[in-house]
């Protein structure tokens, strides 16, 4: 069966917006069949804020894969694109976030989805609101438009093109 699955993609060292361009082609190849991207957004890098700013993007594939196996196949693309294991929330060639798996709720050490941290982080919340504003986030029973709105997060988040 597919599933809609919206994932964050994220990139602040290089030329950001090649890799970021680069991964979704990369997924979209891959991973499943592109159904909507958002714009690119720069944002200030959140949990730690002494490295360069971030480009953002949200996208929406449809796959058969499973959880467990995309995950895998993104953590490829992300090294396969120059990404290194470095420090938590620390600057990155790409970072691919799986936000929204379909409506399931998963609790594994290596994945949890929905996606912990999206409530807290407007540089999440405003991409992903574009493409997926009604989604109903499965466990806060939230759309994604009223977690934007209630989002406590108040960095600068710019539309980038």
């Known amino acids: 069966?597919?599933?809609?699955?919206?994932?964050?993609?994220?990139?602040?060292?290089?030329?950001?917006?090649?890799?970021?361009?680069?991964?979704?082609?990369?997924?979209?190849?891959?991973?499943?069949?592109?159904?909507?991207?958002?714009?690119i957004y720069e944002t200030a890098a959140w949990g730690k804020t002494d490295q360069p700013a971030f480009l953002n993007q949200a996208i929406c594939i449809s796959s058969s894969l499973s959880p467990t196996d995309m995950l895998l196949l993104l953590k490829n693309i992300e090294k396969e694109s120059g990404r290194t294991s470095a420090?938590?929330?620390?600057?990155?060639?790409?970072?691919?976030?799986?936000?929204?798996?379909?409506?399931?709720?998963?609790q594994l050490p290596e994945l949890q989805v929905p996606h912990p941290y999206l409530p807290v982080r407007l540089f999440a919340l405003l991409p992903l609101a574009e493409i997926a504003g009604a989604f109903v986030h499965p466990v806060l029973k939230k759309t994604v438009s009223h977690l934007l709105e209630e989002c406590p997060?108040?960095?600068?988040?710019?539309?980038?093109?």
């Open 153 to 161: 997060d108040r960095s600068k988040v710019i539309l980038y093109h």
């Open 1 to 39: 069966m597919r599933e809609d699955i919206y994932l964050l993609l994220g990139s602040n060292e290089g030329d950001r917006d090649r890799n970021l361009s680069r991964a979704v082609a990369l997924i979209a190849l891959r991973a499943g069949q592109m159904q909507k991207a958002s714009a």
């Open 87 to 106: 420090e938590k929330w620390g600057p990155r060639v790409i970072d691919i976030d799986i936000i929204f798996y379909g409506n399931e709720i998963i």
